[in-house]
């Protein structure tokens, strides 16, 4: 007998763990912890960053322009100035985050200075953890080689504020690494191909030093590194409520140790609805391309926009992926951003005639979606429009999408884990409603049917 013979549950799933819907109603059950209105519902208070989309007045959900701030400041703010003085920005926007405030000259060096010290992973990591039984998903790897990196700390279970630091700032410097290090793993596992194993280089931004990995003559152009330091940037944090995030304060309010933490937020990152979207959204533009003629009509793009909108096409969900999203509603800061240097990367290009379907995607996809479900709704293209094209033209695996936004993020998790162990005092406990009506007798096994 096969598994699925011995065990209905194979048969039985959906039924054994449906609820009824009217429960949710009844019991005003607030789905995905939000409210009707689509707003989130309050379920802490952070001095870290913050997430503006829309206005709530006198009980009205308002839209309004997006605003992403860290500690206070506008990113577009924090990523203008620093590549006028010369310098890269997401060491000083995790400075920034993990600090509280913005470093003089001195401070970011020395903080520069104790990433770049951390890059060495411990003597046979590689050969042992990350290339041993590689995954097809580099994911998988960035969350299984944080929990086994417990393994060599002796301090591990140190819940000193001291030890906190120093694990975070370890993970910083060294995932970027991991991420490189396991996506040659899983080429030469998979694919047959050369396992290329660069030594990272002392003194190099975080932004160059994967660059400098991850292309096998190392070569990269100031203006990618300038680039890939801006995306690690739009990356870095995004309030507390966004599910990773959440994940981290969730997993640290139970006093775990930091690695448990961090890597469940790599996991939650992972999931198709968060971080790993981007993949979702590049195979939906791939359709696009080779199912629309002319790139440049509108009503032909339109038209299968339409086609999945009612769930004709690419994975039959109606979703229009790239568009939307929980808090942002006329404008997304980080497509904004992003979009913007799209547009001049791609420049008479090869990538030209792409971004522009992407921006025709963007303007016609709202209108779709009204003519087709007849509901009008506040929608804005989200940061993964863009930024898997702009790491396209880059010439940057598709594999290492997610794993560079977790790379990126890990400043966010840790300011939010040192915030959570300082300030949260209670473990995260939320109330589920159970539908059991009535007791049940217990029955014999030999009496049961």
């Known amino acids: 007998m096969t598994l699925e013979e011995k065990i209905d549950l194979f048969d039985r799933f959906t039924e054994v763990n449906s609820i009824d819907p009217s429960f949710y109603e009844q019991y005003r059950v607030k789905r995905g912890l939000r409210n009707a209105d689509g707003s989130g519902v309050i379920a802490g208070v952070t001095n870290i960053s913050n997430v503006h989309g829309y206005v709530l007045s006198e009980g009205d959900k308002r839209p309004d322009e997006g605003v992403l701030t860290f500690r206070g400041y506008r990113i577009g703010d924090l990523l203008q100035r620093a590549p006028l003085d010369g310098r890269f920005a997401y060491e000083e926007i995790a400075y920034l985050l993990l600090m509280g405030e913005l470093p003089t000259e001195e401070q970011l060096r020395e903080f520069i200075a104790v990433i770049d010290g951390f890059r060495e992973l411990p003597d046979g990591f590689t050969a042992s953890m990350i290339m041993r039984n590689t995954p097809p998903d580099i994911m998988n790897v960035l969350a299984r080689s944080v929990l086994l990196l417990y393994g060599y700390d002796p301090d591990a279970e140190d819940r000193s504020f001291d ?80 599910n990773s995030t959440f994940t981290t304060r969730v997993l640290s309010s139970a006093d775990t140790d930091p690695y448990s933490a961090y890597a469940a937020a790599i996991s939650s990152l992972k999931g198709s609805k968060h971080g790993g979207a981007n993949h979702k959204v590049l195979a939906m533009q791939r359709e696009i391309k080779e199912n629309v003629k002319n790139w440049e009509d509108d009503d032909e793009v339109a038209d299968y926009l339409a086609k999945i909108v009612r769930k004709e096409a690419y994975d ?99 300011a939010h884990r040192f915030e959570e162990l300082v300030s949260g005092k209670r473990i995260i406990r939320p109330a589920y409603k159970s539908t059991v009506r009535q007791h049940k007798d217990y029955v014999p096994i030999d009496e049961r049917a």
């Open 163 to 242: 030890h906190e630091i120093t694990t975070a700032l370890s993970l910083i410097s060294r995932l970027p690494r991991i991420m490189v290090l396991t996506y040659y793993a899983k080429r030469s596992r998979f694919n047959n191909e050369s396992m290329i194993m660069h030594r990272f280089i002392p003194g190099q931004s975080t932004a160059e030093t994967i660059l400098s990995m991850l292309r096998p003559d190392r070569h990269f152009t100031p203006e990618e590194a300038r680039m890939l330091d801006i995306m690690l940037c739009l990356h870095a944090e995004h309030g507390g409520g966004n």
């Open 316 to 414: 039959h969900s109606g979703l229009v992926y790239g568009m939307g999203h929980a808090v942002y509603t006329l404008s997304d800061p980080r497509a904004v951003i992003c979009k913007k240097f799209a547009s001049e990367m791609a420049k008479g290009t090869e990538f030209e005639a792409e971004y522009q379907l992407l921006e025709r995607i963007e303007r016609l996809a709202p209108e779709v979606i009204l003519n087709v479900k007849g509901t009008k709704k506040d929608m804005c293209a989200n940061v993964d429009m863009y930024s898997g094209f702009v790491y396209s033209m880059m010439g940057i695996p598709e594999d290492i999408f997610t794993p560079l936004f977790a790379c990126g993020r890990m400043a966010g998790w840790a």
